[in-house]
């Protein structure tokens, strides 16, 4: 029911003092700058001069033009807004972030997020837009904090990170544990309308967007190695396939768990199948969920369609699983 393009424009109209364009080569910043406004300005210019900065030795136009790869391009900008967060934070408090600020850190993180939820028109707007828009500030700034700290003098994009796991957990970009790319097989039924990835961190607000607890939704999320969805038109309504591959079979027993539960409260009945499989339905619609093996790795199907329509979208046995 959201027109996104339309809020989206608001949203930005609220949020946008000022911005590098890399395509350009340059920065501009809103020319009102009232009461409200005027304060910002020091702040974005900082920011935004670190980004130009950046566009010497990274170029963030092909940052920009990615495609397909939703997981990897959000990663790419949380390297990008949480180095030009940090550094700007660090430029204005004359050394290290976390030791000038009482509270440390986690004052860091509330401080970010209280800016922006103080904002009407952000605060509006539904939990998705909200924590991915966040997410390359707030964890961003995180992991260039924690990559400073294990590589002093060097810089987080020799090589970029190449999924939101990473940047979650800087451990991981620092031994180089890199995600699968899931290619899907063509589909059985219906049409192809849209194809991307979620990564782990859209996943976690998946199941915390279903299950309201944030712990939950974060240990399920964890354990996450690649995912693939396409989105298909069928002749009843839209459906959706949907594969996560994790690293260990409890990893995806978790994540199955914590899925199970999402599809229950959603359409409000009791799950039918046993095994490997559990089905539910409701509300006009079916949930199927299936544990499978790819390649020998553990991987969880999610299949949503309009009731009546065949829950078998892709064969299973051609999915293929390739390192980023």
Known sequence: TLDLRRFMLRLLGEQVIGYYDPATEVLYVVSDTSAGRAALVEVTLSHELVHALQDQYMPLDSIQKQRDDNDRQTAAQSVMEGQATYEQMASMLGGDVALRIPGGWGRVREMIRENQTAMPVFSSAPMMLQETLLFPYLSGAEFVRRFKEARPGQVPWQPLPASTEQVLHADKYLANERPVQVTLPPLLAGSRVYENNLGEFETRLFLYE????????????????????????????????????????????????????????????????????????????????????????????WTDVPAGSSTRLIDAAKLRLTQK
Do not use: H
């Open 210 to 301: 279903a299950l309201q607890d944030l712990g939950t939704a974060a240990r399920s999320a964890e354990g996450w190695a690649g995912d693939r969805y396409v989105v298909t038109s069928l002749p009843a309504g839209p459906g959706i396939v949907w594969v996560t591959v994790w690293d260990t079979p409890i990893d995806a027993g978790e994540f199955r768990d914590a899925a199970q539960r999402a599809a229950q409260r959603r359409l409000g009945v009791a799950s039918a199948g046993t095994g490997e499989t559990k089905r539910f339905e409701g509300k006009g619609r079916i949930v199927e969920i299936v544990a499978v093996s790819v390649q020998g790795k553990p991987a969880v199907i």
